[in-house]
């Protein structure tokens, strides 16, 4: 197995075990490619759930820039609700998980479809 595939298995089981969701490996697969070298980098593959400038990134450069998302309240929510399914206290929040629970949340599966 590669890295990346070792990376994916991860996300997955963070999904299972710590957010009660049975993930789409696919698109799993699909949102972890898409976050590039992060994944690879110790600082950069986790999001910080309690650092605000961190969850403004989130916001500006994958809900508005990757999934298209027009700027409102409700993103935030959004990501609010995804830190807390996954648990503040987890000190490990993936990046490729919170982006494919962000991406599920709005229905935008299909950015990915290509």
Known sequence: MSKRDDLIAKYAEDLKTKCK??????L??????????????????TVAGSDKSELE???????VKKLGLADSPALMEA?????????RAERNKYRAVVYYMLTKHFGKEAVYAK
């Open 57 to 63: 990134t989130v916001k500006n450069n994958f809900l």
């Open 79 to 87: 990501i609010n609700a995804v830190i807390d399914t996954y648990g």
């Open 28 to 45: 799993l697969t699909k949102v972890t490619i898409g976050c590039g070298p992060a994944v690879y980098s110790a600082d950069s593959e």
């Open 21 to 26: 969701i049975n993930p789409d490996m696919d």
